[in-house]
Every structure is written in structure tokens, then in C-alpha cells.
């Protein structure tokens, strides 16, 4: 059997890797009559079916309300949803619909509303349909309020809290990349940084943190806190021992690693959350925990320091949920 000499594989970073395991993948499938399927993250080559039809589904359902209060079909226009009454008429749509793909699952969503939130269930709809219509401008200026409430809870078990973790604000953005650019122009309009600081990133990291840092609006003087796959892809005593240099203004994180999918360990996060207590209390952390759901018993920085200023990208996360106990 011929050796195999990995050490070509030394210099590749490990998206570089990611990409050619993609393309073995690849050509695997091609050679059997088995479909691959990619469970990784970013783009996957398939759909989450049930939510879809629901939303799809629930898209007429508003209509309905639009025109109820006023249609006309000549001119195609209808009129706006009325919140009175409106979970009743949904219920009794739903019934009518009661064979079409999501109707059961719209009407399993709206009773979990109800029942495990306490929401007012007309108001719960109403939202929802107003919504879905997509007729307001330039509000709302923030999460909806039952959104919110419902994206929160899902936080919570996503980052592995209790309920002692208290409440964050949650302020939803049209993409990760763009959440990355609020964060730092923030950072910068409140004159918690300002240009020529230096920060410190966990590497390797989701490019556009280093790409940002380099902006000449920014100009970010970057030390990077190396964790290697000799450690287990875990910060060692040697590179967090950097953070303790009063020069670095904050700390950016992405937990799990990208593109490693290795969660900080417990031993780890506890030596940080020391370090930043006994010897940097100044020290601002920025975690992005947007793999967490592919660990089993994550638990986030987020909700271990007090200090930490969160960034995460939840409907990426929704979309990884059901993968959680089957990614180390």
C-alpha cells in the first residue's frame, strides 16, 4: 500500500480543507446511487420543507384578511388585516385547508404561541399576518414583540442558558456579514474603539472579522489568539496570556470555530472569564456563537461574563437546530 504524505495538508488553512473534502464528497456520490447530502454550514443543497409550506400557506391566509376589509379585484388592490377576531377566522381558514401541506403545522405553531408563551392569540396573529404582508415602512425600528419573545427563548436554549442569564435586546440584521459591519461601526459611534485600536481575534475566524479590521475607516491593529489543531483547536495559557496586554480594547470570538465546528471547552472558557475578571475587568469580548446548536451542552461566553456584547446569527442557527445531537 502506498504512503500517503500529509504534509502538503500543513499549509492549507481549514477552509481550504473544508473545500477539498467537499470534493471528494462529490465525487463519491457520483459514483453510487446515494445523493449527498451537505449538513455543513453555509449553503446546504437541501430545504427544510414543513416551515416553508406553512409560510407559503399562511401567505394566502393574509390575503384573505387584506381583502376582507376591502377588495378590489378590478383594480387590484385590497385593503389592510384588522387584529378583532382574527384568530377565530384563522382557525376556521384552517379548517377549510385543512388537506393543503402546512396547515397543521400552522395551526400546531399558533396553539404553542398561546399556550407556552401566554400570548394574546389575536394579537399573536395579528402580528404575524401584518407582517407577512409586508406593508409597513420605514417600522417597525425593531424585532417585532412576538418575535422577539420567541426568538429570545430560543436563544436561551441555544446558548445553554438559565434563567438566571437574564434578558438580552435582540436587533435582527438582513445578514451575518452585515450584523459584523453594525457591530464595528457601533463599536466606533459610541467610542468604545476608535481608529488605530488594537483588538484581538480568535483564530482562524470567519474572514470578513479580519477583512473589516483592515478598513481604512477602522484600521484595527489585530492580535490574533491562535488556536491550533495541536490543542484541539482550544486557546492555550501561551495565547490568552496575550489578552492580558492592557493595549487590546476587545476581544472577538466566533464559538464554535470557523470553520473547525470545535466549541471552546469548559476548562477554556473558565481560565477567559478568570483572565477578564482578575486581570483585564476592561476587557470587551464579542462572541459569535452562531454553530452552537452543532454542540452538544453548549454554553455560551454570553451567558458566563457580564461583560460580553453578543452577536449571533439566530435563523442561520434555527436552521442548524435539529442537527444539534449529531455534531460534536
Known sequence: MAEIDYREYEHMSPFEI????????????QK???????????????????????????GQFALSECRRSMDNPAAGLAGMPQMNGIAARLQAWLAKHADDPGAGFLSKMVD????????????????????????????????????????????????????????????????????????????MANRILKKGDTIAMGTPIFTPYIEIAELEDYAFNAVHIRATQEHRFQYSDDELKKLEDPKIKAFFIVNPGNPTSM??????????????????????????????????????????????????????MHRLAARRDCHQ
Open 112 to 187: 404553542h404561541g398561546v399556550k407556552a408563551f401566554g400570548f394574546d392569540a389575536d394579537a399573536f396573529v395579528f402580528e404575524l399576518t401584518d407582517s407577512i404582508i409586508g406593508d409597513n415602512y420605514p417600522v417597525p425600528d425593531r424585532m417585532l414583540v412576538h418575535a422577539e419573545q420567541v426568538a429570545h427563548r430560543y436563544l436561551m436554549w441555544a446558548m445553554g442558558a438559565d434563567a438566571a442569564a437574564g434578558k438580552f435586546d435582540l436587533y435582527a440584521v438582513e445578514g451575518g456579514t452585515a450584523a459584523m459591519c453594525y457591530i464595528f461601526k457601533s463599536l
Open 263 to 316: 466549541a471552546i471547552d469548559a476548562p477554556t472558557l473558565k481560565k477567559l472569564v478568570n483572565l477578564v475578571k482578575t486581570k483585564r475587568p476592561d476587557l470587551i469580548l464579542l462572541t459569535d456563537d452562531v454553530y452552537g446548536t452543532f454542540v452538544p451542552n453548549f454554553r455560551s461566553l454570553a451567558v458566563q461574563h457580564d461583560r460580553c456584547l453578543f452577536l449571533l446569527e439566530i435563523f442561520r
Open 18 to 29: 473544508k473545500d477539498g473534502l467537499m470534493k471528494l464528497a462529490k465525487r463519491s456520490a
Open 32 to 58: 453510487s446511487a446515494h445523493a449527498l447530502l451537505n449538513a455543513g454550514r453555509g449553503n446546504p443543497n437541501w430545504i427544510a420543507t414543513t416551515p416553508r409550506e406553512g409560510f407559503f400557506l399562511f
